[in-house]
């Protein structure tokens, strides 16, 4: 009997070792997937240089012909320049994400936008993430950009609104398994 209980003690303690290197290596791979704050700033940062590029080129010289960007209603702020600015700021980011799951940064630096649910991007999900998150993370200083540092799947609070995360492209393919793997 001595011997069936010592036989039962080590299978449990196999099972149990087995089962804490199943969930490290999860762990480690749920890690992997998801872009961190690191990488979505770079890419982010190289989003900007090639909006400033457009408006450079595209708005630059509308508004050095035609002194359409001193226009303004009411207020500075609601000028005609910053209002077209604002629009290719936001149709940029909009149009990139619903079309490829990527603006030109997030593809330089291989990463990418899905749903949590693996589902499609949809009209609502791309506007609630690139529009009205972008508003109100810039109306609080791009504060809300730093929640990615500390949260699950390195998600933002424009992620949460849309039910998004951002991956590494190289692991398309493990975020892809199966729902029940819960990565």
């Known amino acids: 009997m001595d011997k069936h209980t010592n036989e039962e003690a080590v299978k449990n303690d196999s099972k149990n070792h087995t089962s804490e290197i199943e969930t490290l290596y999860h762990q480690q791979l749920a890690k992997s997937l998801y872009a961190g704050f690191g990488i979505r700033f770079w890419s982010f940062i190289i989003d900007l240089l090639i909006i400033f590029g457009l408006h450079s080129l595209v708005l630059k010289p509308i508004y ?25 700021f936001y149709i940029y980011f909009v149009l990139m994400t619903k079309f490829f799951k990527q603006t ?22 791309v506007l609630f993430r690139e529009w009205i998150g972008r508003i109100i993370s810039g109306v609080m200083f791009n504060l809300p950009y730093l929640v990615t ?5 390195h998600r933002g609070i424009h992620d949460f609104f849309a039910n998004t995360v951002v991956i590494k492209n190289k692991f398309e393919k493990i975020f892809y398994l199966k729902e029940s793997n819960k990565l």
């Open 104 to 125: 030109i940064g997030k593809m330089i630096c291989n990463i990418r936008v899905e749903r949590l649910d693996r589902q499609p991007l949809s009209w609502s999900d």
């Open 64 to 88: 050095q012909f035609t002194n359409i960007d001193e226009m303004k209603l009411w207020i500075d702020y609601f000028s005609i320049g910053h209002m077209l600015d604002a629009l290719i």
């Open 149 to 153: 540092l500390f949260t699950d799947k």
